[in-house]
């Protein structure tokens, strides 16, 4: 796997032409899902009931600022939400894999703590 570098264009919005009721192109500005980025944003902050504390770099934290600004979003912390739930969406293949592979991580660490439990059980006592 190549990993991406900083300088390639990133995949999180898309823009796509459609023709307007009146026959003109019209440029409507997509996430990479394919969602509505108004709609998009409001499924990201709903619900939304835990507080996640993170620190970002200064380009970071002017994308945020200029969805703000933008008038997207109403705070940094509603584009954050954005931003990661839209993160995750684009990068899905790869958090299924993780989430497939953490669970294996948990069977092997598992079987291992009743393998030891087992051992001790069956071992002499040195007292």
Request: overall charge negative; some cysteine.
């Amino acid at each position: 796997m190549t990993p991406k570098k900083d300088h390639e264009d990133p995949k999180i919005v898309v823009v796509r032409k459609e023709m307007a009721g009146d026959g003109k192109a019209v440029e409507q500005i997509r996430c990479a899902s394919g969602d509505d980025v108004c709609e998009a944003i409001e499924r990201a902050l709903d619900s939304r009931t835990r507080g996640v504390m993170v620190r970002l770099n200064e380009e970071l934290v002017g994308r945020l600022d200029a969805l703000v600004e933008a008038g997207l979003c109403d705070s940094r912390s509603g584009a954050a939400a954005f931003m990661i739930r839209e993160g995750v969406r684009a990068n899905e293949a790869l958090f299924e894999h993780v989430e497939r592979t953490t669970e294996e991580i948990a069977t092997l660490r598992s079987q291992l703590q009743e393998l030891v439990g087992r051992a001790d059980e069956q071992a002499p006592s040195t007292e």
